[in-house]
């Protein structure tokens, strides 16, 4: 008997694996979304999505962080027809129309109102100990940012003034318990969090809660925008978010991943594409009097072809099917945004 098959039946716990056999390590379950500048900020690939683990979406108010967890939950339910949805609440803004028009089943979430982190970590915990790996669980959190600890209220309750010093320890807690459970179970876990500005000359955001969501999570993304107007009437229609990938064991740090949400239509779909594919060639800009267009070019050839598409009409299937399939796009994505995965140490040559 070798060593290897030696300390394997020696081992006390059941799922120990010879790594190349082991199905933790094996290829992750990756549940790709209908957008696919999401996939991107995900994965770094265009084919890729949500994977399991801990993915956290931070920002000031109304940055549309609960509108892109439900796009998750959206994705990972149509993937599979029996999931369910943890929804747990403590902010109790998200209303029923919200899940309709993300296309979400009510009939398979269950809400769940929580008053603070102890009730949370409580009930999560009991939750995941009786999940099997089989089981298709998505898990959101809406939110930790505004969450208050049971010594917080505890204290509000005894009319005491004092600050609170547990807060951010039951956090920690909360994620270094969980963080497991979603590892080994396949469980993807969406979180909601909010940023502070630091107190340095040129002000940061900084996610807020402490240390412990930032050490869990597999990605952090803080999210930004601008407003999208209409040039002659000044109308607001709608939000230019910027999606500034904070931390990720799949994507470069600091990327930045553009995705537009209209007041009329919702999430534009191929939104966030067009300065990718002008960078690849794969597009080529030009004028139109006045205005912007855009023209596909075919790769093989150099080709430009004929047809001038204005900004507003790039967001198109038609104008969009043939880029994202071709291999040479998706490999320039993945080139630009993906973590290298090549050798640590370099032979000498």
């Known amino acids: 008997m070798s060593i290897l098959e030696k300390i394997k039946k020696n081992s006390s716990i059941k799922d120990s694996a010879i790594l190349a056999k082991s199905k933790f390590f094996t290829k992750k379950d990756m549940i790709p979304t209908s957008v696919p500048a999401m996939n991107i900020a995900l994965s770094g690939s265009l084919d890729g999505g949500l994977t399991p683990g801990l993915t956290m979406f931070a920002g000031m108010s109304k940055m549309f962080k609960t509108g892109f967890s439900l796009l ?31 296309g979400i089943d009510i009939n398979r979430v269950l809400h769940t109102p929580i008053m603070d982190i102890e009730q949370l970590k409580m009930d999560i915990m009991q939750q995941l100990t009786q999940i099997d790996r089989e089981d298709k ?27 609170d010093m547990t807060r951010a320890k039951q956090l920690k807690s909360l994620f270094r318990m969980v963080t497991p459970h979603l590892s080994l179970k396949d469980i993807p876990m969406v979180v909601i ?30 999210l930004g925008r601008q407003q999208d107007k209409d040039d002659k009437t000044k109308e607001i229609l709608g939000y230019d978010f910027v999606i500034n990938v904070e931390k990720s064991r799949y994507v470069r740090e600091k990327s930045k991943i553009f995705i537009s949400v209209s007041h009329e239509k919702g999430i534009e779909k191929w939104s966030g594409l067009l300065e990718i594919a002008e960078e690849s060639g794969h597009v080529n800009k030009t ?7 855009y023209s596909k070019v075919d790769m093989k050839t150099g080709a430009i072809d004929e047809k001038k598409y204005l900004t507003k009409d790039t967001n198109t299937k038609e104008f969009w099917t043939s880029i994202v399939e071709d291999a040479s796009f998706k490999k320039f994505v993945e080139d630009k945004y993906c973590v290298s995965n090549g050798a640590i140490v370099q032979e000498e040559s």
Not at 73 to 92: G, H, Q, V
Not at 138 to 159: F, P, Q, R, T
Not at 287 to 293: P, Q
């Open 287 to 293: 004028k139109i009097g006045n205005s912007t267009a």
């Open 72 to 102: 998750m939950a959206k994705s990972y339910m149509d993937k599979y027809p029996d999931a369910a949805l943890l929804f747990y609440d403590s902010e109790f803004g998200t209303p029923q129309a919200y899940f309709d028009s993300f």
């Open 137 to 163: 669980l998505i898990i959101i959190i809406d939110s930790i940012g505004n969450m208050a600890s049971k010594k917080e209220v505890d204290d509000a309750l005894d009319g005491k003034s004092v600050a």
């Open 193 to 222: 969090n909010h940023t502070y500005k630091t107190m340095e000359l040129y002000a940061k955001d900084i996610v807020g809660g402490g240390t412990g969501s930032t050490y869990s999570s597999d990605n952090i993304f803080i």
